[in-house]
């Protein structure tokens, strides 16, 4: 369902496809995770959406779209009452989605992944662990 949130969910189909009956499906997943298959696909679509209001410039409607949800007043009302604001609200928190830096992925793999200590570096006491960063910025000094 997290895969395919963007989908018309049909119950009967996942239980099918469980082994279980509708009504016995319904049961195990609410007992599982806190909430009917419909409320949590909601909660999935309101999650995703956020994330599209942080992270792109498309508009409301493109984005209730995106995410699986017909009508823009309905999304507007569910996302009010999950987030407590608007989605344009929602989005003037954050900085606009074209002033975002995008870092090549490569980029902040150098500056993140750590370096392995040596023995001899533990047993003398340096054993820090280093960024690859770190090492560099150390051996240019």
Not at 80 to 93: H, I
């Amino acid at each position: 369902m997290d895969g395919h949130y963007a989908e018309s969910l049909d119950i009967g189909a996942m239980a099918a496809a469980a082994g279980y009956s509708r009504a016995h499906f319904s049961r195990e997943f609410r007992r599982v995770f806190a909430a009917s298959p419909r409320q949590y696909l909601i909660t999935r679509r309101l999650e995703r959406a956020a994330a599209l209001l942080r992270n792109t410039d498309r508009s409301v409607a493109a984005v209730c779209h995106a995410v699986g949800l017909t009508s823009v007043g309905s999304f507007t009302a569910a996302f009010g009452r999950t987030y407590g604001m608007s989605p344009t609200s929602y989005r003037a928190q954050f900085p606009p989605a074209a002033a975002q830096a995008v870092v090549p992925v490569c980029i902040v793999r150098f500056y993140t992944t750590p370096v392995r200590v040596k023995e001899s570096e533990i047993s003398a006491g340096v054993g820090q662990v280093s960024t690859n960063r770190e090492v560099s910025e150390k051996n240019s000094l």
